[in-house]
Every structure is written in C-alpha cells, then in structure tokens.
Nanobody
Framework: VQLQASGGGLVQAGGSLRLSCAASGRTFSSYAMAWFRQAPGKEREFVAHISWNGGSTYYADSLKGRFTISRDNAKNTVYLQMNTLKPEDTAVYYC?????????????????WGQGTLVTVSS
C-alpha cells in the first residue's frame, strides 16, 4: 500500500489542523493505521493508532484530549484532527500502516510509511 500524507502547514498556537493520509490499493481496510511525528533532532514518536475498522483508538498519553484519529475506509483515508496546538507539536507528521491485530507504538512494527507532512506551530 502507498500512503500520501497532506494537510500540514503553519498555524498559530491554539489553532487547529487536520491531517489526511490517502492510501492506494484495495486492501486499506485490512490495515491498522497510525500517526507518528518527528521533531528536528529527535526520534520519531508515536502519536495515535486506529484499528482496521476504526473500533479502537490509542493515543500518546501527552496528546489525549487534543488529537483525534479517525478513518474512512470508503475513501481509503485516515485523519488526524489536532486541536489547541502548541509550539512543541511542531514536527513532520507521518502516517503508517500495519498488518495484523493489536496496536503498537513502535515505528519498526509498521510496514508502510507515507512521506510526511510538516506542521509548524508558531508562538
């Protein structure tokens, strides 16, 4: 599966953005999906995960309540709604796909990656 992330940009602190990740292929609904982010000079970190049917979601503890992951299997797209953005949310955001059951916060357990979209939050 090929993934294409979009929706990043420059936003002021307190603002919102919605990222999208469009997937190619007819098997999108069989993959669990996740968002990760990587700030300059830092390791890639887990943001959120959603199961293949959207029935289960998981979030990094520090982001609960501000970020929401969702998916539309009819459109082969996964979303990340980000509210009340902070300068420390500045990063390149990546979507990723994973076969199999269960969720994971480890990047190495994901099989496919999008190219990333840059989110910059100004203070």
């Amino acid at each position: 599966v090929q993934l294409q992330a979009s929706g990043g940009g420059l936003v002021q602190a307190g603002g919102s953005l919605r990222l999208s990740c469009a997937a190619s292929g007819r098997t999108f609904s069989s993959y669990a999906m996740a968002w990760f982010r990587q700030a300059p000079g830092k390791e890639r970190e887990f943001v959120a995960h959603i199961s293949w049917n959207g029935g289960s979601t998981y979030y990094a503890d520090s982001l609960k309540g501000r970020f929401t992951i969702s998916r539309d299997n009819a459109k082969n797209t996964v979303y990340l709604q980000m509210n009340t953005l902070k300068p420390e949310d500045t990063a390149v955001y990546y979507c990723a796909a994973r076969r199999g059951s269960g969720w994971s916060s480890h990047p190495y357990e994901y099989d496919y990656w999008g190219q990333g979209t840059l989110v910059t939050v100004s203070s």
